[in-house]
């Protein structure tokens, strides 16, 4: 639609609006109603946003601002299934079995990362963004039609109480645990620096790298490869080191990320990208599995949908803010200007998770009463 790295910042930001927004009401929801209904509604709406696009282009009617629209629909859907998937997940299996039933479940993530950016990237060569989205739209029904298999357990009878209140004990057990405060500073400046990255990515592969659509969907596509390694070789690692050092480890693989893309503009060529999109992807992997299984052996579960809602409000909330700084810095200072921002903010998410207790972290602490 012929965008700019500002335009395109500016898109992204709209599109990550929902995150900052809708989190908290659908941590609050999730809290309250049964999580597979929920998760299946929510895959729904994506479902319909993404059928709309190539309806849409087809017309001759897309515009960016109606794509922000239909992406902030999308990222909606995104929001309410991601704050109740992680309630739902100690509903099903024992508190021993949390790490495992993470892994198992990004390693199913990793897949379709593996192969998502790359068949879209051919997609769009081959047949344009349309027949992209129309494949997207009909993966998404698919998921539905799975989920309706997951069992639905019923939420514990609890008093019904004003939403602020509930809000309240939320952000209250948050504020007393020093390691999910630790991870939550983290993930903020980890989310404003992945967004900054991906606001000028493609032009910068594009501009400076010359890669044309294919080598930009290979590259996005090492980011899948290397949560899929992550994902297989975590239970070995986890036996190897201490959960709080295997947690660290995300923050570390995202820096060396990135230092390798900032790199790549002196040896041209795939190589770097796509090594560095797997440092990405490996440490993306590791640390969602380290985090979410720690928040879930901590939080009471009538509190885990509300804590799942903070962090997300908190950590994808700050996407909006990245990705509008990226497009901008890229637009007013420079693509290279932007990718040195993006350096030094991946240093700043490693030096407040070393300086944190969680390295010091030898096992899962104790759920709190």
Do not use: H
């Amino acid at each position: 639609l012929g965008a700019g790295a500002a335009e395109t910042g500016l898109l992204s930001a709209a599109q990550s609006l929902p995150f900052l927004i809708l989190s908290i009401p659908a941590g609050l929801l999730a809290d309250r109603v049964r999580r597979r209904r929920l998760m299946v509604t929510a895959e729904l709406l994506r479902a319909i946003a993404l059928l709309l696009l190539p309806v849409l282009l087809a017309a001759g009617l897309l515009t960016l601002n109606l794509l922000a629209v239909i992406g902030a629909a999308i990222a909606t859907g995104t929001v309410v299934y991601s704050v109740a998937a992680p309630a739902l997940v100690p509903a099903l299996v024992d508190r021993a079995d949390y790490a495992v039933a993470n892994t198992r479940l990004e390693l199913a993530r990793s897949l379709a990362f593996t192969a998502g950016p790359s068949l879209g990237g051919l997609l769009v060569s081959a047949l344009g963004g349309g027949m992209a989205f129309t494949v997207a739209a009909m993966l998404s029904l698919a998921a539905c039609a799975f989920m309706i298999g997951i069992p639905d357990p019923k939420l514990p009878i609890t008093t019904r109480r004003p939403i602020l209140v509930d809000l309240r004990d939320g952000l209250t057990f948050v504020r007393s645990q020093p390691l999910l405060l630790a991870v939550m500073a983290t993930s903020v400046v980890w989310s404003v620096a992945w967004f900054v990255l991906n606001a000028i990515w493609v032009l910068f592969a594009v501009r400076r790298l010359g890669l044309d659509d294919t080598g930009v969907g290979l590259t996005l596509g090492a980011l899948g490869c290397g949560m899929l390694g992550s994902a297989m070789g975590a239970p070995r690692v986890m036996r190897i080191i201490p959960v709080g050092r295997f947690i660290t480890l995300g923050p570390i693989f995202s820096l060396l990320g990135v230092c390798l893309l900032a790199a790549s503009e002196f040896k041209p060529g795939l190589l770097l990208p796509m090594l560095g999109f797997f440092s990405f992807g490996f440490g993306i992997t590791s640390w969602t599995i380290g985090q979410t299984t720690l928040r879930q052996a901590l939080t009471p579960p009538a509190l885990l949908g509300r804590v799942s809602a903070l962090f997300m409000v908190v950590s994808f909330g700050a996407r909006p803010i990245g990705a509008a700084i990226g497009g901008l810095v890229g637009e007013v200072f420079g693509l290279n200007a932007a990718m040195a921002l993006a350096v030094a903010d991946f240093a700043v998410q490693v030096v407040i998770v070393l300086t944190s207790p969680i390295p010091k972290l030898t096992a899962l602490p104790s759920q709190v009463a």
